[in-house]
């Protein structure tokens, strides 16, 4: 089964934590983020969403992030991480 994390409007600072937090409780599962309610993307959260696909891919699993809003995705190559187009559809 596909475990789904719905991402906040506010992705910062405060929310880095129990972000990272909730994702590791998922290890061991395919995961599918839903990024179409973000509004603010905030460095942190982006380097613990990059992390997590990075741990997924090693652990053989999928970390996919769907239906991500235009902020989400601008933000995302904003800050010169990989495409937010392949962050969206497949895994890490």
């Known amino acids: ?3 789904v994390v719905v991402l906040p409007a506010v992705l910062d600072i405060q929310q880095a934590a129990p972000l990272r937090e909730e994702l590791l409780a998922l290890r061991g599962q395919a995961v599918v983020v839903d990024g179409s309610a973000v509004d ?3 460095a942190l959260c982006l380097q613990v969403l990059i992390s997590a696909q990075q741990t997924w891919a090693r652990d053989g ?4 992030i769907d239906q991500v809003s235009e902020a989400f995705a601008s933000q ?3 800050f010169g991480a990989p495409d937010a187009a ?3 559809g497949e895994a890490a």
């Open 40 to 42: 603010r993307l905030g």
């Open 76 to 78: 995302w190559n904003a």
């Open 86 to 88: 392949s962050a969206r």
């Open 61 to 64: 699993l999928s970390l996919i």
């Open 1 to 3: 089964m596909t475990a």
